[in-house]
């Protein structure tokens, strides 16, 4: 008799296949780098700057690893980003407890990705559309209302808090815990979890999910939902490392954020995706970001190889497969 | 014998164009019965509102004799109605297991689910249909399965939640001989069973071959009801449905 393998090899590449081709790519730049710049690329302060902008990222990035799972897809995440953690700032300076003013910018992130989902699922829009309406409108209302001044919040880490969400544990940022954190609870969300796997059906066919009793419109405005969550808690954290608010915060996030997300293996089509593949894809972005100049080159490439990675990164995913229907 | 679900007087419009009108139907426990009409009678809308996937424009639904509102497709999965859709209703990117427990997950508190549990219950489930090749396990995704393992698929998750009337909507469709044996086969066990159906075909003789009784359709209106006593052969019940909806 022959004796059955627990899980067979090939399965495990063909399940894993779009965060194994994700961590590929990591490796790929990471090795790149290090020929390019072996005494630079093996100096800790270099991957210390990254570990301080990757969970920034990686708060941003997987939520929307749900949201692009279930067909649709958010830009005004960028801006939620700036006005949560204009809330955040605000309420601080008017004498509000830092933990308090930090659930309010939470409160407030959930908020308007609910508000936001709610508009386009019940008004029937195009996510990316509609999305970019609301990214202007919010961004608009952030210059409008702070009259293009930030909000320096200096006493800050005299807060309990502080040392809490980004201060240091034996030279490693605090910050790369909490994504951690976040990242395993993510995981289970996203796969095992009723959300995660009805966010799976309504982006693989949202007919079929209603025809089986899931409220669709429910499952999308919660991945909405979760995506504001996300971008409040790195927009705070932002404001927090940098001890500033400032009404462009986020700006620069919104298609570094998407691009993420799409090297890290989830394809654009929805019903699949992966949590795994995404910290790749953070990853492969936050080097990138300094991996260019580290190496020697100019700053003015970073765009260059951040569109051919990305455009790379898509080649390499389409050998796992097209879409199944 | 006790009814499991009655529409009264349901009507049905899209954009202006009547689907439904005036259709009152009673399914009982233990029965058979067979739905035929010609393209365009109306008998998907009416499945769809039976299941609770489109609401009824006017009209009322009663499940086991009481008054339900708000009937959607939820409600009507809780009461024990579990369809097998002509297009399956499957995700086609997700594996067997979890679109065999679409919607109606088991879950630990907190809502988080029992993998390993479905897992072993999926794997049984397409065994005991047998439409499912030996060498496919239930985490293998849909989109790798043929049309008659799809349907399947399909049948197992109807099978699993134990309702007590199953939904099949021109179940035989592009399958073989063997597979379609297979639906008749599963069918008769659920009559066995004591449990009802309600059959959706295109083929008068399929339908015949396993139907208690016929409602015939025609362009959104229920025009005949006919027990098998009174129709002696396939053939006579085809006859009935031409003659009828000629003079229409």
Known sequence: MLAK????????????????????????????????????????????SVFVMMPTLIFMVIPLVFLVTSGEIDLSFASTYGLSAYVFALLIKAGIDPFFAFAAGVCTGALVGATVGAII??????????????????????????????????????????????????GLPVQVLWAGAFVIFAYYLFNRHVFGIHVHHVGDNEVSAAQMGINVKAVKIKAFMFVGIGAAIAGMFTTLITYTFFPTQGFGYLLLALAAVFIGGTPYWGGIGTVVGAIFGVGVIAYMEIGVVAVGMSGTWRQFFNGLIILLALLGHRLHGDRVR | MRSIIELKNVSKRFAGIKALND?????????????????????????????????????????????????????????????????????????????????????FPFGFVR???????????????????ELIDAEAPVGNLSGGERQGVAIARAIFNEAELIVLDEPTNNLSLNETQKVFDFVGNVKNSGRSVLFIGHNIYHVYDISDRFIILDRGEVIHRLNKQEVSSAEKLMKIMRDTIKGH
């Open chain 1, 5 to 48: 393998t627990k899980i067979p090899m090939p399965r495990f590449f063909h399940k894993n296949g779009r965060a194994l081709g994700s961590m590929g790519y990591f490796l790929l730049l990471m090795l790149v780098f290090f020929i390019g710049a072996p005494e630079v690329w093996s100096r800790p302060n270099l991957h210390q």
């Open chain 1, 121 to 170: 699922v019940f008004g029937r829009l195009s996510s990316l559309v509609a999305s970019l309406g609301v990214l202007f409108l919010i961004r608009g209302f952030l210059f409008v209302s702070t009259n293009s001044r930030s909000i320096t919040l200096l006493d800050i880490d005299e807060h309990w808090m502080y040392p809490m969400l980004v201060g240091k544990v034996y």
């Open chain 2, 115 to 133: 993998q390993k549990e479905q897992v072993k219950i999926a794997n049984r489930l397409i065994r005991e249909i047998g439409l499912t090749s």
């Open chain 2, 23 to 107: 259709v009152s139907i009673k399914i009982s426990a233990g029965e058979v019965v067979g739905l035929i009409g010609d393209n365009g009678a109306g008998k998907s809308t009416l499945i769809k509102t039976l299941v609770g996937v489109h609401a009824p424009d006017s009209g009322s639904i009663e499940i086991r004799g009481d008054h339900v509102e708000g009937w959607n497709a939820l409600k009507a999965r809780n009461a024990g109605i579990e369809t097998v859709f002509q297009d399956k209703a499957l995700c086609p990117q997700q594996s067997i297991v979890w679109n065999i427990f679409m919607g109606k997950e088991l879950t």
